[in-house]
């Protein structure tokens, strides 16, 4: 397996020294936070979903940094962690654009949200018609795309993704598996959803999450955790790994603050390789 890191949990480097962060600490690869941070935030201290750092512009220049930084530091770009939303069509066809010139091999795009107005059929067959663009837009510039397996949206679950993509070629549609996520909602054994997904299996991010107890009781509250303590079975989940043959890329996304940046990379990346070392 290779290991790479999204630069979302980032958020107070810039990519030139995340890049030679990424390859002092031994990792493989790194998947660029691709999207336009907005001048009203770029202020505010860094944070990972506003003022960002770590993000690059959906230009075409920011695509040739992207490259240029990344070969500078030895590391591919096996996925860019775009933010489209269903629909927008225009923002995949950059996307892929920016794919091309950067050296990436597919983006991700978004699927409907539960939230979102009408019912579940409605908001199915909204995401479904727009894959199916999506897919001909991949045939065109030979980047595939990927769903994400996210809480909150339609595509919580392998069996919920498998659902949507099944109709698509898995050359150009693909999903991403996200244990920490499924902490929230959509969690399915760690091998039985590898193997519903089977060949639109594309992608693996990994982080971990955990439940607190309210003081008062009541409904516990998920939260964000290190990688080496949550409700996430690491050991379970690479052994679920090497069962279906999976020898992609396992992308790092930790959103628990336990350390600095650049203190979390080292501590992740030596986790996942006891973890993968121990049952190997």
């Given at each position: 397996m290779k290991y790479g890191v999204f630069t979302v949990m980032l958020p107070d480097l810039t990519p030139e020294e995340a890049a030679t962060a990424l390859k002092d600490a031994g990792y493989d690869g790194v998947e660029w936070r691709?999207?336009?941070?907005?001048?009203?935030?770029?202020?505010?201290?860094?944070?990972?979903?506003?003022?960002?750092?770590?993000?690059?512009?959906?230009?075409?220049?920011?695509?040739?940094?992207?490259?240029?930084?990344?070969?500078?530091?030895?590391?591919?770009?096996p996925n860019l962690g775009t933010y489209i939303n269903v629909g927008d069509l225009a923002a995949v066809e950059n996307a892929m654009q920016f794919a091309?010139?950067?050296?990436?091999?597919?983006?991700?795009?978004?699927?409907?949200?539960?939230?979102?107005?009408?019912?579940?059929?409605?908001?199915?067959?909204?995401?479904?018609?727009?894959?199916?663009d999506v897919q001909a837009l991949s045939q065109r510039y030979g980047v595939k795309a990927l769903i994400e397996m996210h809480h909150g949206t339609i595509t919580a679950?392998?069996?919920?993704?498998?659902?949507?993509?099944?109709?698509?070629?898995?050359?150009?549609?693909?999903?991403?598996?996200?244990?920490?996520?499924?902490?929230?909602?959509?969690?399915?054994?760690?091998?039985?959803?590898?193997?519903?997904?089977?060949?639109h299996l594309g992608h693996v991010h990994v982080k971990n999450a955990a439940f607190d107890r309210p003081a008062e009781g009541g409904v516990w509250k998920g939260r964000w955790a290190p990688l080496r303590d949550g409700v996430v079975d690491f050991a379970a989940l690479f052994a679920a790994l090497?069962?279906?043959?999976?020898?992609?890329?396992?992308?790092?996304?930790?959103?628990?603050?336990?350390?600095?940046?650049?203190?979390?990379?080292?501590?992740?990346?030596?986790?996942?390789?006891?973890?993968?070392?121990?049952?190997?």
């Open positions: 691709v999207t336009t941070v907005p001048e009203t935030v770029k202020g505010e201290a860094p944070s990972f979903w506003r003022n960002n750092f770590c993000t690059l512009a959906p230009t075409q220049q920011d695509a040739l940094r992207a490259r240029t930084v990344a070969e500078a530091a030895g590391l591919s770009i091309v010139t950067a050296g990436a091999p597919s983006i991700r795009v978004g699927v409907a949200r539960n939230d979102e107005l009408g019912d579940f059929q409605t908001i199915f067959e909204h995401s479904a018609g727009f894959l199916a679950s392998a069996s919920a993704a498998r659902r949507l993509v099944e109709r698509f070629d898995p050359a150009h549609i693909g999903v991403i598996h996200d244990c920490g996520n499924m902490v929230f909602e959509g969690f399915e054994e760690y091998r039985r959803g590898l193997e519903i997904l089977g060949p090497r069962a279906v043959s999976y020898d992609g890329w396992v992308v790092v996304e930790d959103f628990s603050q336990a350390y600095d940046s650049r203190t979390a990379l080292s501590e992740n990346l030596a986790f996942l390789r006891r973890v993968a070392a121990a049952g190997a």
